[in-house]
């Protein structure tokens, strides 16, 4: 079965939420995660992230960098990046430098839709 992976340039747990929302209200051009400022609010997930999540039928997952570390420790890539896995093979299908150029949600539910269409995503449903 294929799945999406997200991948976020952050790290798990509540302190570094905490820093990453710092981070945010004093620096945010310099946030090291836009795939973060594309799909969350300062505080929350934007609502339209949000929507498209829950009524998508594409197989989605997320994780933050180092849940993804200690799960895939001789995969080398730069954060934050979407990978395609399909059986136990992970390729990158959304790379830093195409994240990088991506300035709103909308833009970013596009070409997540329009690089699907021509997948053949099997509905577990």
């Known amino acids: 079965m294929k799945k999406i992976i997200f991948i976020y340039n952050a790290r798990s747990g509540k302190l570094n939420s905490l820093l990453d ?3 945010k209200l004093i620096s ?28 998508t039928s594409l197989p989605l997952e997320f994780f933050h960098s180092d849940e993804f570390e200690k799960q895939h420790k001789n995969i080398e890539t730069k954060y934050p990046v979407i990978f395609l896995q399909e059986d136990q093979k992970l ?3 959304i790379p830093k430098s195409e994240i990088e150029k ?17 997948m053949n995503f099997s509905n577990p449903h």
Do not use: G, M
């Open 21 to 23: 929302v710092a981070h």
């Open 102 to 118: 991506i300035e709103t949600t909308q833009e970013l539910i596009q070409l997540i839709k329009s690089k699907s269409k021509t």
């Open 91 to 93: 390729t990158e299908w």
């Open 28 to 55: 945010p051009k310099t946030y090291q995660c836009k795939l973060c400022t594309i799909t969350h609010d300062t505080f929350t997930e934007n609502t339209l992230w949000k929507e498209f999540r829950k009524n």
